[in-house]
């Protein structure tokens, strides 16, 4: 199958995964939108929605879906967002579309992180993906500087700013081996806001898209 046939029968298994009148988290990304077009054909009626991006608030609204400021929400029934790469553990690099911060914000208000991709984002170790950074503008360089002391090759995403205001450096080069203490490590660095490590906020569930259809892992 080809990867966008992939991504459209991952989006639609992942709609069966959301409990009637819920409100849920929704990420961002290739992946994320053809699950938001089949929750707009599946006619499944949502509480609402906290969304990670401007780009996901204006897909959500324009299917209908009530979109939700974090802040009067308590927590969400589960959040669903794809990756660019994870590992056995479900830890996961995020970020490739440069909504790792709020991703990561929502991902931590939900009871349950559904995780969809295809088969070629599954890995044994993270890294290969560069990892993405997201910087207070001031600090660019210093933290650029912290993360070539740590072995990495960090690149300025060029002519990119988050929905923060920031900027992102995506770290060529790293071999995540402990996804939890490198998430940690790096939120350290002053001046980062946050990576694209998810392990703090690593999926529950796996629906992951083969050759062979959708198969779904769920984390033990």
């Given at each position: 199958?080809?990867?966008?046939?992939?991504?459209?029968?991952?989006?639609?298994?992942?709609?069966?995964?959301?409990?009637?009148?819920?409100?849920?988290?929704?990420?961002?990304?290739?992946?994320?939108?053809?699950?938001?077009?089949?929750?707009?054909?599946?006619?499944?009626?949502?509480?609402?929605?906290?969304?990670?991006?401007?780009?996901?608030?204006?897909?959500?609204?324009?299917?209908?879906?009530?979109?939700?400021?974090?802040?009067?929400?308590?927590?969400?029934?589960?959040?669903?967002?794809g990756a660019d790469?994870?590992?056995?553990?479900?830890?996961m690099i995020k970020?490739?579309?440069?909504?790792?911060?709020?991703?990561?914000?929502?991902?931590?208000?939900?009871?349950?992180?559904?995780?969809?991709?295809?088969?070629?984002?599954?890995?044994?170790?993270?890294?290969?993906?560069?990892?993405?950074?997201?910087?207070?503008?001031?600090?660019?360089?210093?933290?650029?500087?912290?993360?070539?002391?740590?072995?990495?090759?960090?690149?300025?995403?060029?002519?990119?700013?988050?929905?923060?205001?920031?900027?992102?450096?995506?770290?060529?080069?790293?071999?995540?081996?402990?996804?939890?203490?490198?998430?940690?490590?790096?939120?350290?660095?002053?001046?980062?806001?946050?990576?694209?490590?998810?392990?703090?906020?690593?999926?529950?569930?796996?629906?992951?898209?083969?050759?062979?259809?959708?198969?779904?892992?769920?984390?033990?």
């Amino acid at each position: 199958m080809d990867p966008n046939t992939l991504k459209q029968l991952v989006g639609e298994a992942a709609v069966q995964e959301i409990p009637d009148g819920a409100v849920i988290g929704v990420g961002t990304g290739s992946t994320v939108n053809c699950f938001i077009d089949a929750l707009g054909r599946s006619g499944k009626k949502l509480a609402g929605a906290v969304s990670s991006s401007e780009a996901t608030t204006a897909r959500l609204e324009a299917i209908g879906v009530s979109v939700l400021d974090a802040n009067t929400v308590e927590s969400l029934a589960l959040y669903i967002d794809g990756a660019d790469e994870i590992d056995p553990n479900f830890c996961m690099i995020k970020g490739g579309g440069g909504a790792l911060t709020r991703e990561k914000i929502v991902a931590a208000m939900s009871e349950r992180f559904v995780c969809i991709c295809d088969a070629t984002k599954r890995v044994t170790v993270l890294g290969r993906f560069p990892l993405p950074v997201e910087v207070i503008p001031m600090a660019r360089e210093y933290v650029a500087r912290q993360l070539r002391a740590l072995g990495g090759d960090p690149k300025l995403r060029a002519g990119f700013t988050t929905d923060n205001g920031n900027q992102i450096l995506d770290v060529h080069g790293l071999t995540i081996d402990d996804p939890l203490a490198w998430e940690r490590r790096l939120n350290d660095i002053p001046g980062v806001v946050t990576n694209g490590i998810f392990a703090m906020q690593a999926a529950h569930v796996l629906l992951l898209g083969t050759p062979n259809g959708v198969e779904r892992f769920v984390r033990q």
